[in-house]
C-alpha cells in the first residue's frame, strides 16, 4: 500500500473542529471536491475520506456511522451498509474498490485536510 | 521455467479452477491465462436473475477484477477462442492472435439448447443464458406486454417467473406431461402448477408447439392442434448443450448427445488437454448444476498437484431458488431404485407436498421431494447423503421439524466429511476445524474463512445450526450478541440501559463495551434509549441510521421523502390543499403509499426543516416512516358509511395510531382496523389487527407482509375497545422488550417459546405479573410523546445540522433529476 504521508500533500483549511459532531461526521466541499470528516472522540482521532461511495455512486459517506473492525476505524455508507476501511480505504465486507483517504490534522481549532 | 496453462472460456468453472490454482500455490509452477468470449470477467450466473431485477454486473463478479492482478493471472474478455492446434500446442483466437501452451483447459460451458421450431429467428425470441441475453430481455419486455417461455425446468420456471414480476403476463408451454419433469413427480408438480398458477402464471403443458407466429416480429405461438397464442415476447428455456464445437474441430472425442469426453482426472482423449465444467461428459454424463463443475476443477487442480482425486459424479440435489413456491428434490427424487418405497403428505389445505423415498429394508433414506415447503430440505439432504439410518418408524420424518414434530437430526451428528456447502463442496470438518482452531465464531467470518454460504446460500441455516452447537459444546456462552462491540444480547442490553439509568451510547460503550461501536450496536441502542426514556431522537443523532438521523427516508440520489402523519388514513380536503400547495412549492413528487398516506419524495437535507415548518404550521406532525417505529393504523371505511360495518372502524383506528406514534421499537409496527370480516383493512397482514365482531373487536397479533406474508392470529375475541388497548399495550411492551433487533412481531412469536398460547398467558392471564408494568411504561410512552420534527423545527442547534456541507452553504450539486409523468425522478445512474 502506498504511504499516503510521504507524498507531499497540500493542506486545506477546511471548518471549525467543533462543527464537527462528536463520534460523528460531516462532508465538506473543498475546490469543489466533496470530503467526507470524521470526529472519532472516543479515540480522539480524526478521519477523512471521499463523500462518493463507490458501491452505487452516492454522495452519501459523510451521512453513514463510524465505527470499527477489530480496532481498525471505519465508516459504514447509509444506503447499502458497505464499510470502508478510514486507515486504508479498502472495503472491509466486499470486494469494491478503495476509497481515497485524506490525512487530517488539527491546528488552532481546525481541521485541515491533506489533498 | 514455468509451464504455461490456458484455459478457455471465463465462466464460474474457468475461475473456480484459478482460485484452486492459487490456494494450491501451483501458480509458482505455471503461468495462468484465461481466455473468455463475454464481455464481462467470470460472473455468478447462478444469480443471472438478480442482474434482470437490477443487480450491477460488478456485484455479480466472483472475484474482483483486480483479484486476476494481484495473483497474475493474464485475463483476455470479449474474444473467442477458434482453434485448437494440438500438435503444435497453440489456440488462436478470433482476432487471429496466437498462444503457446503447455497444458489446455477447457471450461466453455454450454449454450442454450434451441429446438427447431419454425420463426425461431425472428425478432422477440431470446434464450436466457448469459449477461448479454438478459440485456436484450431486459430491453425488448418494455414494449411488451404478453410473454411466453418455452421449457417448464428448473430454469425456465426462472425466466417466467423474472418476466411475470415485470409486470408481464407470462405462460410457460411445456412438452411434457409436467412442470419439472426432471426433478419431480406428477402429484409434485401438480401442487407447484397450482401454486404458481394462483400467482398468475398461465401454464400450459403435454403440447407442442407447430410455429412461432409473426412477420419480423413475434406476435404469438401456434400449436399442432391448430390452437395458438397471443405473445410479444418468447425466451427458449428447453435445455442445455455442452459448448464442444472448438473440441470437435481439434478431433477430440465427444458423446453421442454432447459433451467433451473426460477421463476420471479430466483429461481429454488427448493428454495435456483437459476439459471440465458444464462442456465435459464426465462419469458418463454432462453435468448442468454448478457443485459439480467446481469438483471438476477440483480434481483437476489436485491432478495437476500430483495427487489422485478423481470425479466419479456426484449428487444432483437441488432446492430452487425463490420462484414463488418452495420446491427442493434431492437424491432418487423419483424413487427409481429398485424397492424403493414412497412415502407421500399431501396437504391440499396448506398446499404442502412431500415425497421421501425409503430403501426396501427401510433403513436409508434414497432421495425425496418438496413442494410449498422446503424448510427440511437440508436435513434430510444430510440423512440422505450420509446413509444415517432411519427411525423405525421414518414416516416422522415428513412432519415439519419446525413445528415441533418430525425426526430430529442433530448436524454434530453427521459425520466430518459430510458435505454441508454443496456449492463449494465444504465439509462439517472443515467448517468444525474453523471453529475449533481457529476461533471464527460468526457466521460472517465462517463463510470468508470456508467459502461454505457463498453460493446459492441454501445451506446457511445448516452453517449457523453449526456453529451454535460447536459452541455450545465447547462449552462457551452461545447467547446472540449484538456485535463484536458489546457482548450482550438486546434484551440484556435493554435491561441493563433500564436498571443502570444509561442515558448516552458513549456511556454505555464506556461501561459495558469495547471498541468504537459500529452500525450495528449503534442505531440499536438508540432504539432501546428511545423505548426506554422516550427522548426525541434527534439528540442521538450521531448513533442513528440515516433515515433516522434527518427524519426522512434517504432515497436514491441522496434526497429525503416527507411523510407526515394522517392517522386512519383519514384526511380533510383542506389538508390535502395544503400537502398540494407545498408539493408544489418545492417541486416534491407526490404519491399515496401502500399505507393509506402520502409521501413526497425529493427533498434535499437543507430543505427539510422549511418544508416541516410548513407542515407542522398547518397542523400535521412526522409520520416517522423512517423510523422503526409505528407506521400506520390502516382502517377501512366502517360503520359510519359501509352498509356491512359493524363498528366504526375509522374513529378506533385513529386512536389507536395516535396512542402508539411515535413508539420505538425492535421493528417497524403496523396496525390495521377492519370494520367487518371482510377485512377491507387488511388488518390480518399487519403487526396487530383489529376486526369488528357483532359482540366487540377480535385482536389478532404478529401478522407481517413484506417478503414472508404471514396472517396474524387471534390473541382475543370479542372484547370491548378498552380491554382492546389493554392487552395491545401488553403485548406490545413484551415484544419490545424481548425481541431481537430487526425482528417484526411475527418472527419474534415465531420464536417464542410456547408461541400463542405462551403470548395469550402473558397478555390475558398475565403469568408473568408483568401485566401492570407493562400498561405503566406505555402510558409513559404515550405521556411523553413529542413529534419529532417539531422540536428539530424550533431548535436552532438542530436545524442547522440540516445542510449537505458543514463549511458552505452550497447545496449538493450531484442531485440531479428527470422528468416522469408531469413529476420528477432521480436521474437514473
Ligand atoms: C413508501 C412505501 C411504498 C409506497 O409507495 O407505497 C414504502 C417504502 C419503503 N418501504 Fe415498505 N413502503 C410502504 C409500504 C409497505 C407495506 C404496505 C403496508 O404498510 O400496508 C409493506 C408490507 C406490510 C408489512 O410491512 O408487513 C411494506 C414492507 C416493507 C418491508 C418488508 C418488511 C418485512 O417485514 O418483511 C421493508 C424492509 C424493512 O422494513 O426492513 C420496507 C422498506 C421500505 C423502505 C423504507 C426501504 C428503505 O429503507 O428505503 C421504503 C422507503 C421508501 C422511501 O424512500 O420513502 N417495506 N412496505 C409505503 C409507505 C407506507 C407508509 O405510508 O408508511
Ligand atoms: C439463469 C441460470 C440459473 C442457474 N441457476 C443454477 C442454480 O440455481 N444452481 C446450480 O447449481 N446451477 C445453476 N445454473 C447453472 C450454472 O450457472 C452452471 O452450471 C455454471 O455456470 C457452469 O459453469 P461453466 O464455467 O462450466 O460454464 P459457463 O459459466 O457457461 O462458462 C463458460 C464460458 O466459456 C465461454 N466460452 C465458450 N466457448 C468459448 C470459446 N471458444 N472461447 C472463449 N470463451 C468461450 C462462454 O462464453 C462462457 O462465458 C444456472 C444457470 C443459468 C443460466
Ligand atoms: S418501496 Fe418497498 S417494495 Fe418498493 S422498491 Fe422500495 S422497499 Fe421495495
Ligand atoms: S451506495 Fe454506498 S453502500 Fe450502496
Given at each position: 500500500m502506498e504511504n499516503i504521508n510521504n507524498k507531499s500533500v497540500e493542506w486545506h483549511k477546511a471548518i471549525k473542529a467543533i462543527e464537527v459532531p462528536e463520534n460523528g461526521g460531516v462532508a465538506v466541499l473543498i475546490e469543489g471536491k466533496q470530503i467526507a470528516i470524521f470526529n472519532f472522540t472516543v479515540k480522539g482521532e480524526w478521519y477523512a475520506c471521499q463523500n462518493l461511495c463507490p458501491h452505487k455512486q452516492e454522495m452519501a459517506l459523510a451521512r453513514g456511522l463510524i465505527g470499527d473492525l477489530n480496532g481498525e476505524p471505519k465508516i459504514a455508507c447509509p444506503f447499502h451498509k458497505k464499510s470502508f476501511s478510514l486507515e486504508s480505504g479498502a472495503c472491509l465486507n466486499d470486494d469494491l474498490c478503495n476509497i481515497d483517504v485524506y490525512p487530517v490534522k488539527i491546528e488552532e481549532d481546525f481541521v485541515y485536510i491533506g489533498l | 521455467m514455468k509451464k504455461k496453462l490456458i484455459v478457455v472460456g471465463n465462466g464460474m468453472t474457468a475461475v473456480k479452477f484459478c482460485q484452486k490454482m492459487v490456494e494450491a500455490g501451483l501458480l509458482n509452477q505455471f503461468d495462468l491465462m484465461v481466455i473468455g468470449e463475454e464481455p464481462h470477467y467470470a460472473y455468478d450466473r447462478v444469480h443471472l436473475t438478480d442482474y434482470y431485477t437490477g443487480t450491477d454486473v460488478l456485484d455479480l463478479h466472483l472475484v474482483p477484477i483486480q483479484w486476476y492482478k494481484d495473483n497474475q493471472i493474464e485475463v483476455i474478455t470479449h474474444t473467442k477462442v477458434t482453434l485448437i492446434d494440438k500438435h503444435n500446442l497453440t489456440v488462436e483466437l478470433e482476432d487471429k492472435s496466437i498462444f503457446k501452451y503447455d497444458t489446455l483447459v477447457l471450461a466453455t460451458g454450454s449454450a442454450a439448447f434451441v429446438p427447431p421450431i419454425e420463426g425461431k429467428d425472428k425478432d422477440g425470441v431470446f434464450v436466457y443464458r448469459t449477461i448479454y441475453d438478459l440485456s436484450l430481455i431486459k430491453e425488448y419486455v418494455k414494449g411488451a406486454k404478453k410473454g411466453v417461455v418455452i421449457g417448464g425446468g428448473l430454469l425456465g420456471l426462472e425466466a417466467a417467473k423474472a418476466i411475470m414480476d415485470d409486470g408481464i403476463e407470462s405462460t410457460i408451454i411445456e412438452r411434457n406431461p409436467w412442470l419439472m419433469g426432471r426433478q419431480l413427480d406428477k402429484q409434485g408438480a401438480s401442487f407447484l402448477h397450482k401454486k404458481l398458477g394462483e400467482q398468475g402464471l398461465n401454464i400450459i403443458t403435454d403440447t407442442n408447439i407447430a410455429r412461432v407466429l409473426g412477420d419480423d416480429k413475434v406476435t404469438g405461438i401456434e400449436f399442432i392442434d391448430g390452437t395458438s397464442i397471443e405473445t410479444d415476447i418468447i425466451v427458449i428455456s428447453s435445455g442445455i448443450k455442452a459448448r464442444d464445437e472448438l473440441a470437435i474441430k481439434a478431433g477430440l472425442e465427444v458423446g453421442k448427445f454432447g459433451g467433451i469426453l473426460v477421463d476420471e482426472g479430466m483429461q481429454t482423449t488427448y493428454p495435456g488437454i483437459y476439459a471440465i465444467g458444464e462442456c465435459a461428459l464426465a462419469a458418463g454424463m454432462t453435468w448442468g448444476l454448478v457443485a459439480p463443475c467446481y469438483e471438476m476443477a477440483e480434481v483437476l487442480v489436485e491432478r495437476l498437484k500430483g495427487e489422485d482425486r478423481s470425479f466419479l459424479g456426484t449428487d444432483m440435489s437441488t432446492k430452487l431458488k425463490l420462484i414463488g413456491s418452495e420446491v427442493a428434490s434431492f437424491g432418487d427424487a423419483l424413487g427409481s431404485t429398485p424397492g424403493a418405497i414412497p412415502l407421500v403428505l399431501e396437504n391440499r389445505f396448506t398446499q404442502v407436498y412431500k415425497r421421501i423415498n425409503i430403501s426396501e429394508d427401510g433403513k436409508y433414506l434414497l432421495g425425496g421431494i418438496l413442494v410449498g415447503d422446503a424448510s427440511d430440505y437440508n436435513t434430510l439432504l444430510q440423512i440422505y447423503k450420509n446413509k444415517i439410518v432411519l427411525p423405525a418408524n421414518p414416516e416422522s420424518l415428513l412432519s415439519t421439524q419446525s413445528q415441533g414434530g418430525g425426526f430430529s437430526l442433530s448436524v454434530l451428528d453427521l459425520a466430518d466429511d459430510a458435505v454441508i456447502c454443496s456449492c463449494e463442496g465444504v465439509t462439517k470438518g472443515k467448517i468444525c476445524n474453523a471453529i475449533e482452531n481457529d476461533g471464527v465464531t460468526t457466521v460472517a467470518g465462517l463463510k470468508k474463512c470456508t467459502k461454505a454460504g457463498t453460493g446459492c446460500g441454501g445451506c446457511v441455516p445448516m452453517v449457523d445450526d453449526l456453529l451454535t452447537a460447536v459452541l455450545k459444546k465447547q462449552g462457551k456462552d452461545v447467547k446472540k450478541v449484538v456485535c463484536e462491540h458489546f457482548a450482550y444480547s438486546r434484551q440484556e442490553l435493554f435491561d441493563i440501559v433500564k436498571l443502570e439509568e444509561i442515558k448516552t451510547y458513549p456511556d454505555l460503550l464506556a461501561k459495558k463495551g469495547h471498541g468504537m461501536g459500529c452500525e450495528i450496536c449503534k442505531p440499536l441502542v438508540a432504539s432501546l434509549l428511545a423505548s426506554i426514556w422516550n427522548e426525541p431522537i434527534v439528540k442521538h443523532q450521531q448513533i442513528q441510521d440515516t433515515n433516522d438521523k434527518f427524519l426522512g427516508n434517504i432515497q436514491r440520489g441522496g434526497t429525503y421523502s416527507i411523510v407526515p402523519r394522517i392517522a386512519g388514513g383519514e384526511i380533510t380536503p383542506q389538508k390535502l390543499e395544503v400537502i398540494g400547495r407545498i408539493g408544489k412549492k418545492y417541486d416534491l413528487y407526490c404519491k399515496i403509499t401502500g399505507g393509506q398516506r402520502i409521501d413526497l419524495f425529493g427533498a434535499r437535507v437543507d430543505q427539510l426543516p422549511e418544508i416541516w415548518e410548513e407542515l407542522i404550521d398547518e397542523g400535521f406532525e412526522s409520520g416517522h416512516a423512517y423510523g422503526k417505529s409505528l407506521r400506520t393504523v390502516k382502517s377501512c371505511v366502517g360503520s359510519t358509511w359501509c352498509r356491512f360495518g359493524l363498528h366504526d372502524s375509522v374513529s378506533f383506528a385513529i386512536q389507536i395510531e395516535n396512542r402508539y406514534k411515535g413508539l420505538r421499537s425492535p421493528h417497524k409496527l403496523k396496525g390495521g382496523v377492519s370494520g367487518c370480516v371482510r377485512e377491507c383493512a387488511e388488518a390480518k397482514g399487519k403487526d396487530f389487527g383489529i376486526i369488528a365482531t357483532d359482540k366487540g373487536w377480535n385482536l389478532y397479533v404478529s401478522g407481517n407482509g413484506g417478503s414472508n406474508p404471514v396472517h396474524a392470529v387471534l390473541?382475543?375475541?370479542?372484547?370491548d375497545s378498552d380491554t382492546c388497548i389493554k392487552y395491545l399495550d401488553r403485548f406490545l411492551m413484551f415484544y419490545i422488550k424481548t425481541a431481537a433487533p430487526l425482528t417484526r412481531t411475527s418472527k419474534w412469536l415465531a420464536g417464542l417459546e410456547g408461541g400463542i398460547e405462551y403470548l395469550k398467558d402473558v397478555v390475558i392471564n398475565d403469568c408473568l405479573g408483568m401485566a401492570e408494568q407493562f400498561e405503566k411504561e406505555m402510558q409513559f410512552q404515550v405521556d411523553t410523546y413529542k413529534c419529532e420534527w417539531k422540536e428539530v423545527v424550533n431548535n436552532p442547534e438542530l436545524r442547522a445540522?440540516?445542510?449537505?456541507f458543514a463549511n458552505s452553504d452550497q447545496t449538493d450539486s450531484s442531485i440531479k433529476f428527470v422528468p416522469i409523468r408531469d413529476q420528477k425522478m432521480p436521474t437514473p445512474c
Open positions: - | 390473541l382475543a375475541s370479542d372484547i445540522k440540516f445542510k449537505a
